[in-house]
């Protein structure tokens, strides 16, 4: 059975730094791209990051790059995010996402992505 789990998030102040996790299970993580989105209060889901596996080639969201960084550990099945330098608008719950075979895609297009993680709470306030 295929499965996303992810976790991580907290509330932390602006400045701060967090790594998520997303675990997954029933599947070869090295045939995939795996990607980060989030969904802050009131707005669409939004593509922020994205990792090719096989290649090893990443895209970013304008406003992430330079801060996040996706990281993977085939060992352990696991994609990180790790988020420095947060903001208060960095607040919104975080889903991992994984799409079959493809490389990332600057679009980040939500409804290529064939499986998807249940998300984490990420909030940044003073």
């Known amino acids: 059975q295929v499965q996303l789990v992810e976790s991580g998030g907290g509330l932390v102040q602006p400045g701060d730094s967090l790594r998520l996790s997303c675990v997954a299970s029933?599947?070869?993580?090295?045939?995939?791209?795996f990607a980060w989105f989030r969904q802050a209060p009131g707005k669409e889901r939004e593509g922020i990051s994205c990792?090719?596996?096989?290649?090893?080639?990443?895209k970013y969201k304008d406003d992430v790059k330079g801060r996040f960084t996706i990281i993977t550990d085939l060992d352990r099945n696991v994609v990180y995010l790790q988020m420095n330098t947060l903001k208060a608008e960095d607040t919104a719950v975080y889903y991992c996402?994984?799409?079959?075979?493809?490389?990332?895609?600057?679009?980040?297009?939500?409804?290529?992505?064939?499986?998807w993680g249940q998300g984490t709470q990420d909030t940044v306030s003073s």
């Open positions: 996402a994984a799409r079959f075979g493809a490389y990332c895609s600057s679009a980040f297009p939500p409804g290529a992505y064939d499986h």
């Open positions: 029933g599947f070869a993580l090295e045939h995939y791209s």
């Open positions: 990792i090719h596996i096989a290649s090893s080639h990443t």
